[in-house]
């Protein structure tokens, strides 16, 4: 605010012990000493009140917001974990529980009965191979005895 150097402090200095004299220039030191404290203390104290004010209004949440913003990376591990945090918390009682368990079900039948198909598909294939050989063989012996 105030830049005053050496050079400004002891002419100031100068000054004031002509004006006032030797006598009482430190009483007057002393006097701007507790005026200059006060005026820091006020000071302080008006910072610290705009500092809540702040607060109050939500500064800090939208300095906050504007943090995250800036951090694309940690904004995407956040929603992450706000989604894993959905798939952590599945009631089974749900109704999407319910649906799934009834899809679950379902797929299991449908599991059971494609395995009891390609097991009768498997067993009726060998049969059916034995039962054309046995028919070949006899229309090989038929016409073996029709040629004698």
């Known amino acids: 605010m105030f830049d005053f150097g050496l050079?400004?402090?002891l002419l100031i200095?100068?000054?004031a012990l002509i004006v006032v004299g030797p006598k009482d220039l430190p009483v007057l030191f002393r006097r701007v000493g507790e005026f200059?404290?006060?005026m820091k203390g006020m000071a302080r104290e008006f910072t610290s009140a705009m500092n809540d004010?702040?607060?109050q209004a939500g500064v800090k949440?939208?300095?906050r917001s504007i943090k995250a913003a800036t951090n694309p990376?940690?904004?995407g591990l956040d929603k992450v974990a706000e989604s894993t945090k959905e798939f952590t918390n599945f009631d089974p009682m749900s109704e999407t529980g319910k649906l799934a368990s009834k899809r679950l079900d379902a797929s299991k039948k449908m599991r059971e009965a494609t395995v009891k198909r390609q097991s009768d598909i498997k067993v009726s294939t060998p049969v059916l191979k034995s039962e054309e050989n046995k028919k070949?063989?006899?229309k090989k012996k038929s016409?073996?005895?029709n040629k004698e």
């Open 73 to 75: 990376i940690k904004t």
């Open 136 to 138: 070949s063989r006899s």
């Open 143 to 145: 016409k073996g005895e």
């Open 53 to 55: 004010a702040a607060d």
């Open 13 to 15: 200095g100068i000054v």
């Open 61 to 63: 949440d939208v300095t």
């Open 36 to 38: 200059v404290g006060r």
């Open 7 to 9: 050079t400004e402090l």
